[in-house]
């Protein structure tokens, strides 16, 4: 038992360092980037297109600040406007689909997956779902009522007060990324050890197959859809050094999990905001199923040519 603990909490220090090398950067820069005219010039130029999504421009500030930071990030924002239902419903799908993606982008990355894949199809889902949204639902007009907001942060003054809350930001993203990956790691230890995830991989062996995955990919999406893509990075990169993941496994679990990752609390944290969450969690997994389910087929069959192309070339030759 001691010895599962200790190479469980080495693997957990391990992954906090690699992942905290990329999150504390980033967090940094952007929180600076909020107190420059960066971020108003991002949000001014997105202005015109919100009203293609049913959105005011002033809608713009949550969608940009939620994609450099976070979820908070972005729902602390819309607390500062007075929205329609419709309007933070929207809002709340892009969200959900487009988040964090400095950081989870680059996260995907340390598992093999290119960055601008992932930020092509979270950017992408979330547009055309916002578009769908306000071409066919013609309720939501009242006014949304918000509850539980947060209290708003008191505003650096000066260049030092700024970098300062940058780096206790950044510094307090890597204190919650530990105490959530080491304890993780721990029990994950104990869990190969014993031989229960290979009973948990029987389990949703049906489900990865019909996203047209192999059952080796299971934890990585367990991870990810209960702890979300940042946190859930250390078993991906995990599931890739000692699982035996293909690259085609990875690809097709990181389209899944950016469509659909952390849905509990991504899910919960937009009750607050007065808009109907059962329909936002539905969308969201609907439309990770149906896309990695679409591309897991195309995929397959386009390997399945290539081998039958491959045995034709070889009889030929013979």
């Keep these: 038992m001691k010895g599962t603990l200790l190479r469980g909490g080495?693997?957990?220090?391990?992954?906090?360092?690699?992942?905290?090398?990329?999150?504390?950067?980033?967090?940094?820069?952007?929180?600076?980037?909020?107190?420059?005219?960066?971020?108003?010039?991002?949000?001014?130029?997105?202005e015109p297109l919100m009203g293609w999504l049913g959105l005011p421009g002033q809608a713009a500030v949550p969608l940009v600040v939620g994609n450099f930071l976070n979820l908070y990030a972005g729902i602390a924002a819309i607390l500062s406007f007075d929205f329609t239902v419709k309007e933070v419903f929207i809002l709340a799908v892009m969200l959900s689909f487009s988040h964090n993606l400095l950081i989870e982008s680059t996260v995907a990355k340390k598992v093999g997956v290119s960055w601008w894949i992932v930020i092509g199809v979270r950017l992408s889902l979330a547009?055309?779902?916002?578009?769908?949204?306000?071409?066919?639902?013609?309720?939501?007009?009242?006014?949304?009522?918000?509850g539980l907001a947060p209290s708003n942060p008191v505003e650096p003054e000066g260049w030092t007060e700024i970098v300062i809350q940058g780096v206790q930001t950044a510094g307090m993203g890597i204190i919650q990324l530990a105490f959530i990956?080491?304890?993780?790691?721990?029990?994950?230890?104990?869990?190969?050890?014993?031989?229960?995830?290979?009973?948990?991989?029987?389990?949703?062996?049906?489900?990865?197959?019909?996203l047209g995955m192999e059952r080796n990919t299971s934890m990585t999406l367990a991870a990810g859809?209960?702890?979300?893509?940042?946190?859930?990075?250390?078993?991906?990169?995990?599931?890739?050094?000692?699982?035996?993941?293909?690259?085609?496994d990875m690809y097709l679990a990181v389209i899944f999990l950016v469509a659909c990752h952390a849905v509990v609390e991504d899910t919960l944290v937009f009750i607050p905001l007065g808009i109907p969450v059962w329909p936002l969690l539905i969308i969201r997994l609907t439309t990770a199923v149906l896309l990695t389910a679409a591309v897991g087929f195309v995929w397959n069959k386009l390997q399945h040519n290539r081998k039958d192309t491959s045995h034709e070339h070889t009889y030929h030759s013979l």
């Design 127 to 146: 547009f055309f779902s916002a578009f769908i949204i306000h071409l066919f639902w013609d309720g939501g007009g009242a006014q949304a009522k918000y």
């Design 225 to 248: 859809l209960t702890i979300g893509l940042a946190y859930g990075a250390g078993l991906m990169i995990q599931a890739v050094e000692e699982d035996g993941v293909s690259k085609k």
């Design 10 to 46: 080495k693997k957990g220090l391990d992954l906090t360092w690699t992942l905290g090398k990329v999150i504390f950067p980033v967090t940094l820069i952007v929180t600076i980037l909020q107190y420059t005219p960066v971020l108003p010039w991002v949000m001014d130029k997105l």
């Design 181 to 210: 990956v080491i304890p993780l790691m721990v029990v994950m230890q104990f869990m190969r050890e014993k031989g229960w995830l290979d009973k948990f991989s029987e389990w949703v062996a049906p489900c990865t197959r019909f």
